[in-house]
């Protein structure tokens, strides 16, 4: 067992999940260990992988917030354009934040805005021959890292446990259609 207190140079370090979840029992013995496990998993490898992300992202210089962008412009397919409202849409971003954030990546050349030739009052956001590479270079990176990841796991777990994952993630859509993207009561 992990003691809050074990860490390098005296730096606190999360408790095992046992451990966690026998606290958890003391203190409101209602809890569902099992589920209560699966959660608080689930929640440590998110905020893991999200700092494994993170460190991949700043090798190829672009911020999670670029990524996002990139991403979604690549999933709409070529020529990877989109306006500003549908990519603030698609991220559950303010127009502000989205604009900015486009700015931002304008001037790293990541992206274009031009005004659409049909329409003069629409703009178009178009990822740039760099953004598509940072966009590249981050998947291979991803890829490893994802495979890494998943090393200890034979493939018909990996397919049991995407089917299991996938499941769950159905449900929080049905019942959180919202979530996705940025809740107005969270503002």
Do not use: C
Request: hydrophobic share 40%; net charge negative; proline share 5%.
């Amino acid at each position: 067992m992990t003691s809050a207190s074990d860490g390098p140079a005296g730096t606190p370090q999360e408790l095992d999940l046992d451990e966690q979840i026998a606290i958890y029992q003391r203190e409101y013995p209602e809890v569902d260990p099992q589920v209560e496990k699966i959660v608080t998993a689930l929640g440590r490898l998110n905020r893991r992988m999200n700092v494994g992300y993170s460190r991949h992202l700043s090798a190829v210089g672009i911020t999670s917030a670029e990524w996002e962008v990139l991403k979604a412009l690549v999933v709409v397919g070529r020529p990877y354009r989109l306006g500003p409202g549908d990519l603030a849409k698609r991220l559950g971003l303010t127009p502000a934040a989205m604009t900015h954030r486009i700015d931002r990546m304008v001037s790293e050349g990541l992206v274009t805005r031009e005004r659409d030739e049909r329409n003069r009052v629409r703009v178009i956001v178009e990822l740039t021959d760099l953004g598509r590479s940072k966009w590249l270079e981050t998947m291979r990176m991803a890829s490893a890292f994802e495979a890494d990841l998943l090393q200890d796991l034979a493939p018909d777990e990996r397919n049991v446990l995407g089917d299991l994952l996938t499941r769950l993630l159905r449900r929080v859509e049905a019942d959180q259609p919202d979530a996705g993207g940025r809740l107005k009561d969270l503002d």
